[in-house]
């Protein structure tokens, strides 16, 4: 009977330890503002390369687009690709007004607003909000929304 006891226990013991024992921890990247902050210059440096794809490299697979200016929603890699073609052929250049980062365990979020300037002069003022994740060896982009100012307050 006494085995049987020891046995019934030591069940119990692993059972109460095993859930701790077989626990995934993550492990955080660390980085600052300023390291944020230079992912929006990496995307706006890759959208004055001219070539679309360069841009969508920086986003992750599943993402979403939520462009400046067309009502489409973007979600797959074409998709973003044949928005980036035709905004690229306008030759804009995309300058931070104003933002405010949040950092957490290997997310981060970029909002603010920014202006495109675009090749014949005319520009865009509009709202933005990047949202990037680690993935173990780049920041990408998990969405990415913009839209235009409205016309008053």
């Given at each position: 009977m006494l085995p049987l006891r020891i046995t019934a226990l030591a069940a119990?013991?692993?059972?109460?330890?095993?859930?701790?024992?077989?626990?995934?921890?993550?492990?955080?990247?660390?980085?600052?503002?300023?390291e944020v902050a230079a992912l929006f210059d990496r995307w706006?440096?890759?959208?004055?390369?001219?070539?679309?794809?360069?841009?969508?490299?920086?986003?992750?697979?599943?993402?979403?687009?939520?462009?400046?200016?067309?009502?489409?929603?973007?979600?797959t890699a074409e998709e973003k690709e044949d928005y980036f073609e035709h905004f690229m052929q306008r030759k804009p250049v995309?300058?931070?007004?104003?933002?405010?980062?949040?950092?957490?365990?290997?997310?981060?979020?970029d909002a603010g607003l920014y202006t495109f300037t675009f090749g014949d002069g005319s520009a865009v003022h509009a709202r933005y909000t990047y949202t990037y994740k680690w993935n173990g060896r780049q920041w990408l982009i998990t969405s990415h929304h913009s839209s235009a100012m409205p016309e008053h307050n």
């Amino acid at each position: 009977m006494l085995p049987l006891r020891i046995t019934a226990l030591a069940a119990t013991l692993l059972l109460a330890v095993a859930p701790g024992a077989f626990a995934h921890t993550e492990h955080c990247k660390a980085t600052s503002e300023k390291e944020v902050a230079a992912l929006f210059d990496r995307w706006n440096a890759s959208l004055q390369t001219g070539e679309p794809g360069k841009v969508v490299q920086h986003y992750d697979k599943k993402s979403i687009l939520l462009p400046t200016v067309s009502n489409k929603p973007r979600l797959t890699a074409e998709e973003k690709e044949d928005y980036f073609e035709h905004f690229m052929q306008r030759k804009p250049v995309g300058a931070i007004d104003s933002r405010t980062i949040e950092i957490d365990c290997n997310t981060a979020v970029d909002a603010g607003l920014y202006t495109f300037t675009f090749g014949d002069g005319s520009a865009v003022h509009a709202r933005y909000t990047y949202t990037y994740k680690w993935n173990g060896r780049q920041w990408l982009i998990t969405s990415h929304h913009s839209s235009a100012m409205p016309e008053h307050n």
